[in-house]
């Protein structure tokens, strides 16, 4: 796996837990008590989004690392991926039908 693909599914991962972990650790105005005239009180109470971005980065550090460790330190691929659909091929299916 190149270097800008490694970059390309660290971005990937941690778009997507950007995302798994925004609300974490939000409060909302009236959970704090203290609606701003103007907003809707289940607003959030101040920004958070700095904390939301280092949470997801470590995730995706720790997700895209033990992926990293698994396929390069390991060697595993997808071929490894034991298959649960069986294959239905047309020899199969004509030794079945009478």
């Known amino acids: 796996m190149s ?3 490694i970059i390309a599914v660290f971005f ?3 778009w997507l837990v950007l995302f798994a972990v925004l609300p974490f650790g ?3 105005q009236d959970e704090d008590g203290e609606v701003t005239l103007g907003t809707v ?3 959030p ?3 958070h989004m700095l904390r939301a ?3 997801a980065t470590v995730v995706a550090l720790i997700l895209c690392g033990g992926f990293f ?3 390069r330190g390991l060697g595993y691929t997808f071929a490894d991926i034991p298959k649960i659909v069986p294959e239905f091929t047309q020899d199969n299916q004509s030794s079945t039908i009478h």
Do not use: E, F
């Open 3 to 5: 270097w800008i693909s």
């Open 69 to 71: 460790y698994l396929t």
């Open 45 to 47: 109470r101040g920004p």
């Open 53 to 55: 971005m280092l949470r």
């Open 26 to 28: 939000l409060k909302t």
């Open 41 to 43: 009180p289940s607003a």
């Open 12 to 14: 990937v991962v941690w």
